[in-house]
């Protein structure tokens, strides 16, 4: 059996993953879901942290956006069979411009994440869409709305310093993503009309290709 553990978006909780189906004779899911950060934890302690949560060897792990930045973090100190990081970035290049400011700026400290109970805010840095149609969707999958975990989860992010690509990563991006746009490049794998959320809406497409992704011999 190979157990698959798959882990949200930044905010989200694991119900983003409740269409992802895999032959149960071969594949075992596994949610992982947010911790609240401790204060001033770094990226690598909470990590580490998060590590406890995976009780099997050699696993695949998935992570979405956010949530794919933490498994690059998380695989230093596994033994994975499989790492893929879904709607994300490579390293701290691709980051777009805005949160590339909100690095050089400090602004991150003074994003108004207190707003969160406005769920436009916090679906529009979470998944970039046009929201006023999806807000049903939002409320949802965005549950996680703790003003101290917003805080330090940007802060991660336009601060995570990771150079190059992670070498044994499988990285898969939608070619709509506005929330990243940047990530199609080099080694990937590219989704037709995928965007931010083709975790949720393009489901099938992972349903197809992940065992075969998963069993696949270097």
């Known amino acids: 059996m190979i157990h698959v553990y798959l882990m949200p978006g930044m905010a989200a909780n694991p119900s983003i993953f409740e269409n992802i ?18 204060k001033r934890e770094s990226l690598t302690d909470y990590a580490k942290r998060m590590i406890e949560d995976i009780k099997h060897d050699n696993v695949v792990l998935l992570g979405v956006s956010f949530g794919g930045i933490l498994v690059q973090e998380m695989s230093k100190y596994l033994k994975l069979k499989k790492l893929f990081v879904v709607s994300s970035v490579k390293s701290h290049h691709e980051l777009p411009k805005r949160l590339k400011l909100l690095k050089y700026t400090k602004a991150y400290n003074i994003l108004p994440t207190r707003l969160v109970s ?3 805010v916090l679906a529009k840095f979470s998944f970039g869409e046009a929201v006023k149609k999806r807000v049903a969707l939002y409320q949802k999958y965005l549950s996680v709305s703790d003003k101290s975990y917003l805080d330090w989860a940007i802060k991660q992010v336009v601060c995570w310093e990771q150079e190059q690509p992670n070498k044994d990563a499988i990285y898969i991006h939608g070619d709509k993503d506005i929330v990243f746009p940047h990530s199609c490049q080099g080694d990937c794998i590219i989704i037709k009309g995928g965007t931010h959320i083709m975790i949720i809406n393009k ?13 696949e011999t270097a």
């Open 203 to 215: 489901y099938k497409w992972f349903n197809e290709n992940l065992p075969k992704l998963i069993l």
């Open 118 to 120: 406005n769920i436009d």
């Open 21 to 38: 189906k895999l032959p149960e004779d071969q594949f075992q899911l596994h949610w992982l879901e947010w911790k609240m950060p401790k």
